[in-house]
């Protein structure tokens, strides 16, 4: 089982709000106005926008990232820098354009601290990502994807197993909540750090391709 399964028996005031919603837009919605004015960790100190996802209310994918960067910051959207392009591509070639999809983070803030007198990126640490986890749960819980697909190795760690190791168990399925598949593969900023052409980023590329198309064929499978 994942970390995504409710472990919540009291009364909860986003379940309230999300309830007063008939449609999964305005639900969907109704989690990320908990999510703008969050103040649940530390990231949200130095926040400019925090970055709640965005995409298809019924996707059948959804795409679980790390956390926001700078770009994504700047502008409250998930995936709008150079890994976001990356990621577009991988999405595109698999056939899953990002209208069909829904974007997300494991935190919805981006992690950084000052070095140098720069905010630098950091991966969030496991309090933050705990407490972030119930708005990521009740996004899965709204759109009821068919499958989650993490990128790198927080992700997996925050989503799958906390001992989630993404060299040996990326490519391999895991059960999610509500009959959904859970799978996890190279985030698109690693394969940046690996550089271009001749470098180790091609090699990672074939097995991100390998794990886009085991995705393609069981939503082949499952008629989606
Ligand atoms: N990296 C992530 O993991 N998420 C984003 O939204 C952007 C970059």
Redo the contacts with the bound molecule.
Sequence with gaps: MSLLSRNLDLFDPIDAVVSEQSSREGQLEAVARFVRECVLCPLCRNRRNA?PGEGDAEAAVMVV?????EN?DAQGR??V?R??ELLDKILEAAEFPRSTIF?T?IVKCRAADMVEGRMQNRAPMAPDVAACRPYLVRQVEIIQPKVILC??SP?GKGVIDPGFSITEQRGKWFEGPFGSRIIATF?P?FILRRGGAGSGARDLKKLVWEDMKLIKNYLLEAGS
């Design positions: 970055v990232g790390e956390g926001p960067g994504e998930p995936f820098g890994a976001g974007i983070n990128l790198g992700a985030h900023a």
